[in-house]
C-alpha cells in the first residue's frame, strides 16, 4: 500500500519570497508522483508529475520538484511566489506499473501568500 | 478541447434519499476515477472505471456505487444518504494508462 504525508498543514509566506512544500510518501513498490493544486471552489490542476527520468521536474506556474528516493520526498519549491499562489496544494502517488490510476492524496498544504 | 464536466455542481438531499452523480470525461479518455473530499478525510479514492469495467474500489460502504457507459461517461450513486456523506466529489479522467488525471469542478453534496 502508498500513502502520502504532508507534515505542513499551512504555510504563510510573503509575496516575492521562496516557498517549500514538504511531500513524503511511503510505499513497498515504486510509484508515480504528482502535485495537485485546488482554487476554492475547484477541482484539482495538475502542477507536475515524476513519471521517470529527470529528478528536477518542472511545472506550470513557475513550480518545480525533485524527487529524491533515498528520502522519498517530492517536494515543491518555487522561488518567487505571487498572491495569486494562494491556494491548497496535494501531493499524489499512484502505482508504477499497475492497471489503474488510483491516486493516493495527502492531506494538503494550505499556501496562504500575504503583501 | 472541452474538460471533465460534471453535474450538477450543487446538490441538496434529505438524509435517507438517494442521489445520481455524473460525469462527462474528456474525449477519448477511456478512464474515469471518482474522489470524495471532506475537511476531515481529505481526497479518498472512490472507484475507477475504464472501458466500462470497474478495475478499482476504494474503502466505502456498498451504499457507493458507480458505472460506466460506452462513450464513457460515468455516474456515481449513492442510496441511503447519512448526514456524513456531505462532501465534495470530484471526477478525474485519463487516457487509461498512469498519467496525468484531468479533474473536473466536482458536484457539492449537501446532506441534510
Known amino acids: 500500500a502508498q500513502s502520502v504525508t504532508q507534515l505542513d498543514s499551512q504555510v504563510p509566506v510573503f509575496e516575492e519570497a521562496p516557498v517549500e512544500l514538504r511531500c513524503n510518501y511511503s510505499?513497498?513498490?515504486?510509484?508515480?508522483l504528482f502535485w495537485y493544486v485546488q482554487y476554492p471552489n475547484q477541482g484539482l490542476q495538475l502542477l507536475l508529475k515524476?513519471?521517470?527520468?529527470?529528478?528536477l521536474v518542472k511545472g506550470i506556474n513557475g513550480f518545480e520538484a525533485e524527487f529524491n528516493k533515498s528520502q522519498t520526498s517530492f517536494h515543491l519549491r518555487k522561488p518567487s511566489v505571487h498572491i495569486s499562489d494562494t491556494a491548497e496544494y496535494f501531493c499524489?502517488?499512484?502505482?508504477?506499473?499497475?492497471?489503474?490510476?488510483?491516486?493516493?492524496f495527502g492531506t494538503g498544504t494550505l499556501l496562504a501568500v500575504q503583501p | 478541447k472541452a474538460g471533465v464536466t460534471q453535474t450538477p455542481r450543487y446538490l441538496i438531499k434529505t438524509r435517507g434519499q438517494q442521489v445520481t452523480l455524473s460525469c462527462s470525461p474528456i474525449?477519448?479518455?477511456?478512464?474515469v476515477s471518482w474522489y470524495q473530499q471532506t475537511p476531515g478525510q481529505g481526497l479518498q479514492f472512490l472507484f475507477e472505471?475504464?472501458?466500462?469495467?470497474?478495475?478499482n474500489k476504494g474503502n466505502f460502504p456498498g451504499r457507493f456505487s458507480g458505472r460506466q457507459f460506452s462513450n464513457s461517461r460515468s455516474e456515481m450513486n449513492v442510496s441511503t444518504l447519512e448526514l456524513g456523506d456531505s462532501a465534495l466529489y470530484l471526477c478525474?479522467?485519463?487516457?487509461?494508462?498512469?498519467?496525468?488525471?484531468?479533474f473536473g469542478q466536482g458536484t457539492r453534496l449537501t446532506v441534510v
Open positions: 478525474a479522467s485519463s487516457l487509461g494508462t498512469p498519467d496525468e488525471a484531468f
Open positions: 510505499s513497498s513498490v515504486s510509484v508515480y
Open positions: 515524476y513519471l521517470s527520468g529527470s529528478t
Open positions: 499524489a502517488v499512484s502505482r508504477y506499473g499497475g492497471a489503474t490510476n488510483k491516486l493516493i
Open positions: 474525449s477519448g479518455h477511456r478512464s
Open positions: 472505471y475504464f472501458s466500462e469495467t470497474q478495475r
